[in-house]
């Protein structure tokens, strides 16, 4: 347990579906973030929120809406998504630029499975 | 910009054999260094790290010196064990920022 949940753990839909993602961390941390994991592709960083304001997006198409209401709480929403989008999505979180720490250890949820038909 | 390289495997090792993984970096600062395990059916755990230059990180049983003359942070484990079959992911990130850079990750088997 690292203290960072992801539900659901798995998820089927169609390209005209909407659905969400949603990561929950219990530590305290003022930085969550959306990876997706691809086989036999790098990590990939989506989006980074700090203080709940976006601090980065990194060039993800429109179809994924990332919420961030509060510091606990980041969702992914999801709408007439393509089968490439089809991945590992994860949700990591740390303390954030403001913690005046010299390095920034994430602490990684287990992961939503997604698969679009 | 800032990077990370590593060997991608896969790596296939008997028991109690002797790992190395390799990994070296791009950075236009002075970086922190981590290793990020991630067991099968899981997200990425913080296997070990070292925040400046001749530091070595340590966990379970694998080491990783920060070596900044060679740009490289090198993971080893002297005697595997199945339950070591994982992906390994070097990763980097500079002191002023939040994001860190991963590396492709490198797949490793322990057979029995």
């Known amino acids: 347990e690292t203290g960072v949940t992801q539900t659901p753990r798995h998820l089927v839909m169609g390209m005209t579906n909407k659905k969400s993602l949603k990561c929950e961390q219990h530590l305290g941390h003022n930085a969550m973030y959306w990876y997706k994991q691809s086989a036999k592709k790098p990590l990939e960083l989506m989006f980074v929120y700090n203080f709940k304001e976006q601090t980065e997006n990194n060039s993800v198409p429109s179809r994924f809406s990332p919420e961030c209401p509060n510091s606990s709480h980041l969702f992914l929403h999801l709408h007439t998504l393509q089968p490439e989008d089809s991945a590992l999505y994860l949700c990591?979180?740390?303390?954030?630029?403001?913690?005046?720490?010299?390095?920034?250890?994430?602490?990684f949820g287990p992961g939503t499975r997604l698969t679009v038909l | 910009g800032n990077s990370v390289t590593q060997m991608e495997g896969p790596v296939t090792l008997s028991e109690e054999a002797f790992l190395t993984i390799n990994c070296t970096y791009t950075?236009?600062?002075?970086?922190?260094l981590f290793w990020y395990v991630q067991y099968p059916g899981e997200g990425l755990q913080l296997l070990l790290k070292a925040t400046k230059a001749d530091d070595k990180g340590s966990n379970k049983g694998f080491e990783a010196t920060y070596r900044k003359e060679t740009t490289s942070f090198h993971l080893e484990k002297g005697s595997v064990q199945v339950s070591d079959s994982a992906v390994y992911f070097c990763a980097l990130t500079e002191t002023s920022y939040d994001k860190v850079i991963f590396g492709p990750g490198t797949s490793l088997s322990v057979i029995p």
């Open positions: 990591a979180s740390s303390q954030g630029m403001a913690s005046g720490t010299i390095y920034n250890e994430q602490f």
């Open positions: 950075a236009t600062g002075y970086p922190s």
